[in-house]
């Protein structure tokens, strides 16, 4: 097991994104960088990929499943954490390459390169949008759950892959 190691064609990559310098915006960063510190085996990745996203259009074409962290605005209390498909969000719309979403990087990838399978996303509500750095207490007071939550299900994927 290591921390982050190269990323065998297949396998686990879990993406944290979002922009930290916005407040709440910032969560999958956040979270990628505690995740980093945990020990993981060999198929498992972990990109803090922030707000450009389609810059890892490579890793994102060699994982068969994807685990996303992001803020994600949905009208719930601040820290709620949602769990959510690639397809409860493609509707989002797309502004470019040079700021295409994941759904519109997924959905390239998949016409490229046929990955990844399974794109699952962890969305924060946030608290705080606006410019400043750091999470709310709201927000960070969640951290420990997050992180339960990508644990799990890398347990299970992993669990699920050796069958």
Sequence with gaps: MNKTSENPT????????????MGDDGIGVFVAEELKKLEWPPE??????????????????????????????????????????????????ERGAHSMSLPGVVKLARNVAGLPEVVTIYGVEPEKLGFG?????????KLPKIIFLLITEVQKLIRNNQR
Excluded at 10 to 18: C, E
Excluded at 133 to 141: C, D, H, R
Aim: charged share 15%; no cysteine; net charge negative.
């Design 10 to 21: 297949g396998k686990i990559l879990i993406l944290g994104l979002g922009n930290p310098l």
């Design 44 to 93: 498992v990745q972990i990109l803090e990929v922030g707000t450009s996203v389609f810059h890892y259009l490579q890793e994102i074409s060699q994982a068969k499943h994807i685990i996303a962290v992001d803020a994600l605005q949905a009208g719930g209390h601040a820290g709620y954490v949602y769990r959510l498909d690639i397809e409860d969000v493609e509707y989002l719309p």
């Design 133 to 141: 750095e750091g999470l709310t207490f709201a927000v960070k007071s």
